[in-house]
């Protein structure tokens, strides 16, 4: 089993940046797949990235492409989401989750950080 726990979230003006962490306990993180998920309110929970196991291939949702950066850090167990250019339809719960089998099955959830784009 593996812990995630996010941070980095808060209140940011449109065209701002910010960073999301999202560190892991347990054994094995480089065995899992990770991934970044939102639900903004009102709406469903919505894929954001992913990167896979040693963090040579990321995936992204059209609607951040370009503004969003997914990377990782076997050595420090944590996973990150750069987020430039924020819109104010970026503002969701933000979710990290670990994913066992690279196959876009995400078995672990974190709790979420609050992410807030004012205009």
């Known amino acids: 089993q593996v812990q995630l726990v996010e941070s980095g979230g808060g209140l940011v003006q449109a065209g701002g940046s910010l960073r999301l962490s999202c560190a892991a306990s347990?054994?094995?993180?480089?065995?899992?797949?990770m991934g970044w998920f939102r639900q903004g309110p009102g709406k469903e929970r919505e894929f954001v990235s992913a990167?896979?196991?040693?963090?040579?291939?990321?995936n992204y949702a059209d609607s951040v492409k370009g503004r969003f950066t997914i990377s990782r850090d076997n050595a420090k167990n944590t996973v990150y989401l750069q987020m430039n250019s924020l819109k104010p339809e970026d503002t969701a719960v933000y979710y990290c989750?670990?994913?066992?089998?690279?196959?876009?099955?995400?078995?672990?959830w974190g709790q979420g950080t609050q992410v807030t784009v004012s205009s």
């Open positions: 347990g054994r094995s993180f480089s065995r899992y797949a």
């Open positions: 989750a670990a994913d066992p089998t690279e196959r876009y099955k995400f078995d672990y």
């Open positions: 990167i896979n196991r040693s963090g040579g291939k990321t």
